[in-house]
């Protein structure tokens, strides 16, 4: 079971930068960043596929959002630049340990979950 810690969250006023990482204990294939909203299903953010860093982004972050591995200490980071309200949300890293080949952007590929770390962006 592969178990993937969280961290980097917080409160930034709009137009700020967070970064969040993600531990795995194992080495995996995808992974991934999620966010959601009380009452919204989980949304895609970001993902990659650690053996050949290929990215994939949502429309709603791309050109703000960066995805990136360690691969060394099997950590993923989520860079986040030019926060607005909307991005207010619980974040979660998820991963899949299965090799595919591609990614996805649909939670259902994800086998494993990260305890997620809240996002808030407010003036």
């Known amino acids: 079971q592969v178990q993937l810690v969280e961290s980097g969250g917080g409160s930034v006023q709009p137009g700020g930068s967070l970064r969040l990482s993600c531990t795995a204990r194992?080495?995996?294939?995808?992974m991934a960043w999620f966010r959601q909203v009380p009452g919204k299903e989980r949304d895609w953010v970001a993902y990659?596929?650690?053996?050949?860093?290929?990215?994939g982004y949502a429309d709603s972050t791309k050109g703000r959002f960066a995805i990136s591995q360690d691969n060394a200490n099997n950590t993923l980071y989520l860079q986040m630049n030019r926060l607005t309200t909307d991005d207010t949300a619980a974040y979660y890293c998820?991963?899949?340990?299965?090799?595919?080949?591609?990614?996805?952007?649909?939670?259902?590929?994800?086998?494993?979950w990260g305890q997620g770390t809240q996002v808030t962006v407010s003036s």
């Open positions: 990659i596929y650690t053996r050949s860093g290929i990215q």
């Open positions: 194992d080495s995996t294939y995808c």
């Open positions: 998820a991963a899949d340990p299965i090799s595919r080949g591609l990614c996805s952007g649909s939670s259902r590929a994800y086998a494993y």
